[in-house]
């Protein structure tokens, strides 16, 4: 199993920026598919992107053309690049091997104030 810690995270004002960063503790260059979640207070975890180990990219509608996923598998590290921040951004952000194997870390806040 390889350890994610997420990182980053912070308090912005909307329409600031933020980059997220998922460190790992091993290689990520054999796993397909990795993406970002996120939990707002009282709210259920959600998807928030994915990127394959080919380079392909899906995002939530609501993010879509403000966020960039990608990964640097020389790093063993997931990106998050968040532009255009809003308010109903504040969550607590995740990420995760997009396969059986993956699980849970403590993620990482991001608070956007309006």
């Known amino acids: 199993q390889v350890q994610l810690v997420e990182s980053g995270g912070g308090l912005v004002q909307a329409g600031g920026s933020l980059r997220l960063s998922c460190a790992a503790s091993?290689?990520?260059?054999?796993?397909?598919?990795m993406g970002w979640y996120r939990q707002a207070p009282g709210a259920q975890r959600e998807w928030v992107a994915t990127?394959?180990?080919?380079?392909?990219?899906a995002y939530t509608v609501s993010v879509k053309g403000r966020f960039t996923i990608w990964r640097d598998n020389a790093k063993n590290t997931l990106y998050l690049q968040m532009n255009s921040l809003k308010p109903e951004d504040t969550a607590v952000y995740y990420c995760?091997?997009?396969?059986?194997?993956?699980?849970w870390g403590q993620g990482t806040q991001v608070t956007v104030s309006s």
């Open positions: 995760k091997r997009d396969d059986s194997l993956g699980s």
């Open positions: 091993g290689s990520i260059s054999n796993i397909n598919a």
């Open positions: 990127v394959t180990s080919g380079g392909g990219t």
